[in-house]
Structures are given as structure tokens and as C-alpha cells.
């Protein structure tokens, strides 16, 4: 609880308004009444506000400081969707996008793209590929980023893992099967995530089930291949990270075995950036660290896109929405650095 709490800490100093699409469901409302008790920012909830109210009424949760909007109601929906249709999706017809927009995640987004709200936090009863679409239509990559992905930030009970017990998870929203360039992308990004907002600097191990082996299947020569792509791009961008691959998850994280293996590598036995070989071991890893090993786990946290945003998992509780709002305001705080250029509002129409 120690790595939450200080994030809590920097965001008090900078509170941000974070937009969550799915506003009656119960654990957002209450994750948002927590948001706003512990004076991080202005909670935003889209949805009926009469369904809104009556679960909070039910819950007695007060929504004094909470914001509720209803996009089927706004004023905004008419600017927002001659916006979306000019800049974004201009083959469409006007009345499609109108109906597009009126929907909550779309409308988040463009609160979030018109700067209406500081970033956004959705997915909690919707599956990451359709929580993500309204995100990559209206959002788009970050100006110079090739590559979006996903991250949880994982903090366990043993300070001696990763950086005094924090571990940061990637690609584990985004890409099925990322190739060795994206894979490349998704560590330095990751890198980059952790250096500017966390301050450490990143060990980067890229995990497979085999430490360097030379006869290796054809797809460890991927990640090895994107070890040293990655190593490149970080030099190029003068990121400080070190970066080692392909190595198994207990060669990454324990120094003893480590020690046997691979003595000479600057990440094995002390990594602190986890990059999984594809997007089905990535989801199984964190969901085992989360439920079996009881970590807290924030995320997805999506990297990469023009503004801060996050895909919750449906089976999130109220302490981890709130947790990822937290650390999506915590982004939102110092983005233009993240990513240059990208915080930009989409021109009204």
C-alpha cells in the first residue's frame, strides 16, 4: 500500500478531473466518492443520472464534488459528434455519429479529447476490445509512438522484488501476438512510463520460457531480436534503462537463481519491468499475481495514446478503480513530457 499511497500523495498537490463512462456502477461510485474524499480531483459520471442517483441513494453514497452527466442529454453531443465526424470519422453520416457519441465511452472520450476532462477510466463492464474502440477512434497515437499497449502496475508484500515491491506488467491489454518491432516499442514505452513517473531507473527483462538459449525455437529469436531494437530506440531517445532477454520469470526475478544463470546481466534477478512475449501469458501473469499471491494490481493503463487513459478489469473493486484513477491523474499531471505534442485539444466544430 506504501507505492499507492504516494501516488495518492503527488496527485493531491495536482488534483485532475477524471471522466468514468460506466457511472452507475456501483464500485465506480464509489471509487469516485474516495477520488473526492481524498481531495485527488473532480470524479466525473456518465450515465441516467436517475439510475445514478438511485444507486447511490441505495448505497448512501454522497455525490457532493461528483459530477454526472447523461450523454443522451448534453449540450455537447451536437459540437462533440461534428467534431468526431470532421477530425475523425468523416465517412460516416452525422446522425451515426450523433448516435455514436451519445454513448458513454465515446462521449468520455471526447471530454477527454476537447479537454473537458483530464483522462478517463473505463472497462468495468465491458470486455478491453470494446472498451478500447471508442479510445483508438477518437484518441489515436501520441505524436512519434508507433506502438499502444497496455500496463498494470503490480505491487507485492516483498520489498525485494522489482523496485521495493512494485513491478510494472506490459503487454497486457493491447496486442494478441506483438511482432519483434512492437514488442521493442512496448519495453521502451514501458521504460519510459516508469522512469518519468516513478523516477527509478527501468530493468527491463522480456520473458520467454527458456534464459538464452542458442537453440532456442524460432520464437525466442523475436525477443532476442527485440532486445536489441529496444536497446537502440531507448539509446537514440536517451532513455537510461537497461534491458535483457529472453529470460524466464524466476531468472528475472530472483538474484539467486540469477546468480547461477546469468551473472553478468544488469536486469536478471533484479527486474523491474516485466515484458511478456505476448498478450495471453501477460493477462494469466498479472491475474495470478492478483489473485493467488494477493498483489495489487492497477490497471490496464493504456500507453502510448494521445491523452490518459485506463481499461479497468471487470472484476476490478472499488480499490483498484480507485487506485487506476489515481494513477491516470498521475500521468495526466506532466503528459505533455510523457509524450510531446500530445495533449493538444481537438479543434472545435
Known amino acids: 500500500m506504501e507505492f499507492i499511497g504516494t501516488v495518492i500523495e503527488k496527485l493531491q498537490r495536482h488534483p485532475?478531473?477524471?471522466?468514468?463512462?460506466?457511472?452507475?456502477?456501483?464500485?465506480?461510485?464509489?471509487?469516485?466518492?474516495?477520488?473526492?474524499?481524498?481531495r485527488l480531483g473532480a470524479p466525473i459520471l456518465l450515465g441516467s443520472e436517475e439510475r445514478i442517483r438511485a444507486t447511490a441513494a441505495e448505497l448512501e453514497i454522497p455525490l457532493d464534488g461528483i459530477?454526472?452527466?447523461?450523454?443522451?442529454?448534453s449540450p455537447d453531443v451536437e459540437m462533440f459528434a461534428r467534431t468526431f465526424r470532421l477530425l475523425r470519422q468523416p465517412r460516416l453520416k452525422?446522425?451515426?455519429?450523433?448516435?455514436?457519441?451519445?454513448?458513454?465511452?465515446?462521449?468520455?472520450?471526447?471530454?477527454?479529447?476537447?479537454?473537458?476532462?483530464?483522462?478517463?477510466?473505463?472497462?468495468?463492464?465491458?470486455?478491453t476490445p470494446v472498451?478500447?474502440?471508442?479510445?483508438i477512434q477518437t484518441f489515436r497515437l501520441a505524436p512519434n509512438i508507433s506502438t499502444a499497449c497496455g500496463c498494470t502496475v503490480v505491487e507485492v508484500e516483498n520489498p525485494a522484488v522489482g523496485e521495493h515491491g512494485v513491478l510494472l506488467l506490459a503487454d497486457d491489454a493491447v496486442l494478441l501476438h506483438p511482432t519483434m518491432e512492437q514488442l521493442a516499442d512496448i519495453a521502451v514505452s514501458t521504460a519510459r512510463f516508469a522512469r518519468h513517473l516513478f523516477g527509478f531507473r527501468p530493468r527491463v527483462a522480456f520473458l520467454s520460457h527458456t534464459t538464452r538459449d542458442k537453440n532456442s525455437p524460432p520464437d525466442a529469436g523475436r525477443i532476442q531480436a527485440a532486445v536489441a531494437l529496444a536497446q537502440k530506440k531507448a539509446q537514440a531517445d536517451g532513455l537510461a534503462a537497461d534491458f535483457d532477454g529472453e529470460l524466464q520469470v524466476d531468472t528475472a526475478l530472483v538474484p539467486a537463481i540469477a546468480g547461477r544463470k546469468l551473472s553478468d546481466s544488469p536486469v536478471a534477478g533484479r527486474a523491474n519491468v516485466l515484458i511478456f512475449p505476448d498478450l495471453t501469458s501477460a493477462n494469466i501473469g498479472y491475474k495470478f499475481l492478483r489473485h493467488l499471491a494477493r498483489a495489487h494490481a492497477y490497471g490496464h493503463l493504456l500507453l502510448g495514446l494521445h491523452y490518459p487513459a485506463a481499461d479497468v478489469s471487470?472484476?476490478?473493486?472499488?480499490?483498484?478503480?480507485?487506485?487506476v484513477a489515481a494513477l491516470v491523474g498521475l500521468q495526466a499531471i506532466s503528459y505533455e513530457r510523457l509524450y510531446p505534442g500530445s495533449t493538444e485539444p481537438l479543434p472545435a466544430k
Request: hydrophobic share 50%; net charge positive.
Open 131 to 135: 472498451a478500447l474502440r471508442p479510445l
Open 16 to 38: 485532475k478531473r477524471i471522466v468514468f463512462p460506466e457511472g452507475a456502477d456501483p464500485r465506480v461510485l464509489q471509487a469516485a466518492r474516495q477520488f473526492h474524499a481524498l
Open 314 to 323: 471487470r472484476g476490478a473493486i472499488p480499490h483498484d478503480i480507485l487506485g
Open 67 to 73: 459530477r454526472l452527466v447523461d450523454p443522451t442529454l
Open 94 to 127: 452525422a446522425l451515426e455519429v450523433r448516435e455514436m457519441i451519445q454513448q458513454p465511452g465515446y462521449f468520455a472520450a471526447m471530454m477527454v479529447a476537447m479537454r473537458q476532462a483530464d483522462g478517463l477510466v473505463t472497462g468495468t463492464n465491458a470486455a
